[in-house]
């Protein structure tokens, strides 16, 4: 079956770097994504990483490794505003293989910001 | 484009009664997930379409969940009976390719 892995919760102060790491069990691997969600609101697409590698956009970084099946998020300079909370994502083939199949969501990571 | 629309945003029904949550996806986008979420259970996918085929129903709890996408401009879910442990927040997620997954802002159910 499918299943990840990531950190219930984090803390860190403004201005700080966190990496909140993900590891995942999936058939037929497309790629690792990351969302963030704000207490009350809809979970909102961060990246995704396909290959191998780190990913830049802005203040967050994401990697990945396929061979470990495994990937982080990495947040920097950090606000308060990024208190918020941040799951890992995979996605699959469908069973019969030719066309994309679910997307399953970790348990999510509780990042706090504190001043 | 408005993005992905759900309504209601709010729902509270006693148990029992009938509950349907619409969702109107993003034009041009072939998959549609339903997911719920809950703190226990976190975020559980339902089903999803495919160019308005049912897919993959496996994680409908229950004989009393249904959904149907009868164009591409529309899907329901729908709960008869609804339970209290039905009470969660329902999202209707749009993609097209693998890394384009856009959530509605969610049906919030309460199920008294």
Known sequence: GQSLEQPSEVTAVEGAIVQINCTYQ???????SWYQQHDGGAPTFLSYNALDGLEETGRFSSFLSRSDSYGYLLLQELQMKDSASYFCAVRDRSEEGSTLGRLYFGRGTQLTVWP | DAGVIQSPR???TEMGQEVTLRCKPI??????????????RGLELLIYFNNNVPIDDSGMPEDRFSAK????SFSTLKIQPSEPRDSAVYFCVNGGRENEQF???GTRLTVL
């Open chain 2, 69 to 72: 996408m009868p164009n591409a």
């Open chain 2, 10 to 12: 709010h729902e509270v």
């Open chain 2, 103 to 105: 959530f509605g802002p």
């Open chain 2, 27 to 40: 034009s041009g986008h072939d998959y549609l997930f339903w997911y719920r979420q809950t703190m226990m």
């Open chain 1, 26 to 32: 999936t058939s037929g691997f497309y790629g690792l």
